[in-house]
């Protein structure tokens, strides 16, 4: 089996600078050879033995001393499924490994000639054949599946719980998932800090064909025909490996936890916590700095939290005793959070957290010992669970960035004036570099067509870079997550102290075409579908368009293809043609659509909205924000505009 295993494997002796492995030639005692003595060698190494399971495998290999002296070959860490054999001056290694030896094992030899000793390295690969694959299935009490479950290398992670449901990282990405223990153990995963408009389930059946202690050798099938065979080992694993933990999110911006399990010192947790009971769907904002004591991070909160575009969760409760109806409004206070797996780059979250009531202008409270006179008002206030996957976050120096070269991630929280009376604000755009100490924010104003070029001053140090637009100043490092992704990374502090980031990179750009723009796609915000509210982008076939996103609304938009393979939408717009609209001296706003990225989930675009109106002086002028945004493709999803 090449599949995980071998890829790994490739990678680290890519790493190690020759793609092989090679003899490691130490020499001891002292790093070197006596004064008319050569410590022995092997004759060749012809690098990383590949053999199969439930096979054996014989290679032989020759050794060599300069002086001819006779040379004994010794080992600490051959495994029960390797022999080693010597005869004369060369000796052989019979290999007869099973599906639990699949994996990558470094063989440790010591080769001496009585008068000086040399350490060598064996690399041997042991993969599937799937041609000898058993095809009988082995089946796994509930009791039994409950629990973690990882290989050894780490890429691949199941965590079960008690009430079929669980999280998940495989092929580098990681999920949510329900499960059933049938025949099979069969996974449907799902995205798992999604509210709304989520992208279908999938289907990751997974095959049991051996099982030896607390290991188990499994199919996991991407398709009907098409598996790989991994070995999981049961049991928790809960190790920070990183210092740095970045939000599985799908948003340009998010939260970088500071993760530690030491109970001294305070670790940094941040990020939106997903919120789902009922009809009440949040991406609830969070950062603490919490101590470790063992088993959870101890959140000592000042109360519930709610995004300030959010909404509060509100339910009338019947007064069992009065027949009375009373009016409460709740928002969610979270508790505590916990590891429930850390292994590579993944670590996965449990947090617990409850409703609290909130009195507002038209809702009330409840004394606790009044609880139970209010019907449900009990289940309401009981802790719940959910669940946030981090992903580790390496900080990296700062790199060269030549001239003509771009980022993302280096935007002013605050704008600038523009030359014509407008400004210019990002949240997170294109900034080109002109030098090793400047660059430059493009703009093109939607209405008129002007092009603005406007120019930021950049410093650097090792591990910073410094940059300053108009009035502002912002030092950030530089960090790289998953997929190959990078992130310009700044830490704000204060008696409430947390690390944001900004994508820099994504994983690779698009040449877009008209066809690509031609969907209904979902605004995807932190507290979409509540009390109806669809936030929608929709390019039609007769040149209209439909849109509700980031306060501009309406569903008598126009759109049209520009020349660099960008889509332009124009509301409001009663004409008949997106020039029309164009033309009039009245308020408008012209949004510009690039799209960067596709993925499954969604498309990731460079927005560019102009709004044209009069300023105070009645002068018009135009207000220029750039920002990439994530639209969400869902083709089972359907909207209604109010």
């Known amino acids: 089996m090449r599949f995980l295993l071998g890829s790994l494997v490739i990678a680290l002796l890519a790493g190690?600078?020759?793609?092989?492995?090679?003899?490691?030639?130490?020499?001891?005692?002292?790093?070197?050879?006596?004064?008319?003595?050569?410590?022995?060698?092997?004759?060749?190494?012809?690098?990383?033995?590949?053999?199969?399971?439930?096979?054996?495998?014989?290679?032989?290999?020759?050794?060599?001393?300069?002086?001819?002296?006779?040379?004994?070959?010794?080992s600490e860490n051959l495994p029960e499924w390797l022999k080693l054999e010597q005869t004369g001056t060369a000796f052989s290694l019979v290999a007869e490994p099973d599906l639990f030896d699949v994996d990558t094992h470094n063989i440790s030899l010591v080769l001496s000639d009585s008068k000086d000793t040399s350490a060598?390295?064996?690399?041997?690969?042991?993969?599937?054949?799937?041609?000898?694959?058993?095809?009988?299935?082995?089946?796994?009490?509930?009791?039994?599946?409950?629990?973690?479950?990882?290989?050894?290398?780490?890429?691949?992670?199941?965590?079960?719980?008690?009430?079929?449901?669980?999280?998940?990282?495989?092929?580098?990405?990681?999920?949510?998932?329900?499960?059933?223990?049938?025949?099979?153990?069969?996974?449907t995963t799902r995205e798992a800090e999604c509210i709304a408009h989520c992208s279908r389930p999938q289907f990751l059946p997974i095959e049991i064909v051996a099982q030896q202690d607390d290991k188990i050798a499994v199919k996991i099938y991407a398709s009907e025909q098409d598996y790989e065979l991994v070995v999981l080992t049961k049991g928790d694993v809960k190790s920070l490996e990183y210092n740095y933990y970045i939000e599985q999110r799908l948003s340009d911006g998010v939260y970088v936890s500071k993760l530690s399990t030491s109970t001294s010192e305070p670790s940094l947790i941040g990020g939106y916590l997903t919120v789902d009971y009922e009809d009440y769907k949040q991406h609830v904002p969070f950062h603490y700095a919490p101590y470790y004591d063992g088993d959870n991070y101890q959140i000592l909160s000042d109360g519930p939290e709610r995004d300030i575009f959010g909404r509060s969760l509100v339910k009338e409760f019947l007064n069992t005793n009065t027949q009375t109806f009373k009016r409460l409004s709740f928002d969610p206070n979270i508790l505590s959070a916990k590891i429930v797996a850390a292994k590579g780059d993944f670590v996965a979250l449990e947090f617990v957290y409850r409703f609290e009531m909130v009195p507002t202008f038209d809702t009330g409270l409840v004394p606790e010992a009044e609880w139970n006179n209010y019907e449900g008002l009990i289940d309401v206030m009981a802790p719940r669970h959910s669940y946030k996957i981090y992903r580790g976050l390496e900080m990296m120096d700062i790199p060269e960035f030549p001239a003509g070269s771009q980022t993302l991630g280096l935007s002013p929280l605050l704008g600038g004036e523009l030359p014509t009376g407008g400004r210019f604000n990002a949240v997170n755009t294109m900034l080109e570099f002109t030098s090793a100490t400047a660059g430059v924010y493009k703009a093109t104003d939607g209405v008129t067509g002007e092009?603005?070029?406007?120019?930021?001053?950049?410093?650097?140090?090792?591990?910073?870079?410094?940059?300053?637009?108009?009035?502002?100043?912002?030092?950030?490092?530089?960090g790289q997550f998953f997929n190959n992704q990078t992130a310009f990374i700044r830490e704000l502090g204060g008696d409430s102290p947390f690390i944001l980031a900004s994508i820099a990179k994504l994983p690779n750009m698009v040449e877009p075409t008209q066809e690509d723009y031609m969907r209904t796609f979902y605004i995807d915000t932190r507290n979409l579908n509540n009390n109806g509210r669809h936030l929608v982008l929709e390019p039609q076939s007769d040149g209209r368009a439909i849109i509700y996103t980031g306060g501009i609304a309406g569903p008598n938009g126009r759109w049209q293809m520009e020349d660099d393979n960008s889509m332009s939408f124009i509301l409001s717009c009663n004409e008949d043609t997106y020039a029309e609209c164009l033309s009039g001296q009245t308020e408008k706003n012209v949004l510009n659509f690039k799209l960067l990225y596709k993925q499954r989930e969604g498309y990731w675009f460079m927005r560019e909205h102009t709004h044209y109106r009069q300023d105070d002086n009645q002068q018009w002028n135009s207000r220029i924000t750039h920002n990439i945004q994530f639209l969400r493709v869902c083709d089972v999803c359907y909207y209604s505009s109010n």
């Open 16 to 74: 190690c600078g020759g793609g092989s492995s090679e003899s490691t030639g130490n020499v001891t005692p002292g790093g070197q050879s006596s004064a008319h003595n050569t410590a022995p060698t092997l004759e060749k190494n012809e690098g990383t033995w590949v053999i199969s399971a439930n096979m054996q495998s014989t290679k032989r290999f020759e050794l060599s001393d300069k002086e001819g002296d006779t040379v004994s070959v010794s």
């Open 120 to 187: 060598q390295t064996i690399v041997i690969q042991v993969t599937v054949d799937p041609e000898s694959n058993p095809s009988e299935t082995v089946a796994l009490s509930d009791d039994v599946v409950q629990g973690t479950w990882s290989n050894q290398s780490g890429d691949v992670l199941f965590h079960f719980t008690d009430d079929n449901k669980g999280l998940g990282l495989y092929k580098n990405k990681g999920f949510a998932f329900d499960w059933n223990n049938l025949d099979d153990i069969e996974l």
């Open 451 to 478: 092009q603005h070029s406007l120019d930021v001053s950049l410093s650097r140090t090792q591990d910073t870079l410094s940059y300053t637009f108009d009035k502002y100043t912002q030092t950030v490092k530089y």
